[in-house]
């Protein structure tokens, strides 16, 4: 992974590089260098707000409908240090089982929280669990829909003709 920021740090420098050497060389209007100048900035704005996104941090978004519970991390709220808590989900998409897990980070419910509890329970006794929304939006806001658990079917051999 490091490898990867290395790299895309060298080449967006060689892009500010040729940018510099373009517009010191050239015979374009101000106003056009200073556009390219500007849209170069934004640029490494964007990526290195998108890079967070794509470095393997949670997502700021609720889990698929439905889903298959892989993992659960939950942090209680902190009245001492005025933390608000949160809750951290691994979970696969139902029609892609063999694909790794994504970790999504939700606010702290404690319906949210007692939910998974009782699903970890299920798991712990060897049974998958899939999760399913009640009322979900894409994103998530301070309060999160209403999670049910159910147990996920199995799929007996199919049958002879």
Request: hydrophobic fraction near 50%.
């Amino acid at each position: 992974m490091t490898v990867w920021i290395v790299g895309l740090t060298l080449a967006y420098v060689g892009i500010a590089v040729l940018l510099l050497s373009l517009n010191l060389r050239s015979t374009w209007a101000w106003p056009i260098k200073a556009g390219a100048i500007a849209v170069t900035g934004i640029f490494y704005l964007l990526t290195y707000f998108a890079w967070h996104e794509l470095s393997g941090w949670p997502a700021s978004e609720l889990p698929p409908d439905p889903f298959v519970l892989v993992a659960v991390e939950v942090q209680e709220p902190d009245k001492r240090t005025a933390e608000a808590g949160a809750i951290f989900i691994w979970a696969r998409t139902m029609n892609a089982l063999m694909t790794a897990p994504r970790a999504y980070r939700l606010p702290y419910s404690g319906a949210l929280h007692q939910a998974l509890l009782l699903a970890r329970e299920r798991q712990a006794e060897g049974v998958a669990q899939v999760g399913r929304w009640e009322n979900a939006g894409s994103r998530i806001g301070d309060d999160p829909p209403a999670l049910r658990f159910e147990d996920l079917p199995r799929h007996g051999l199919p049958a002879k003709d």
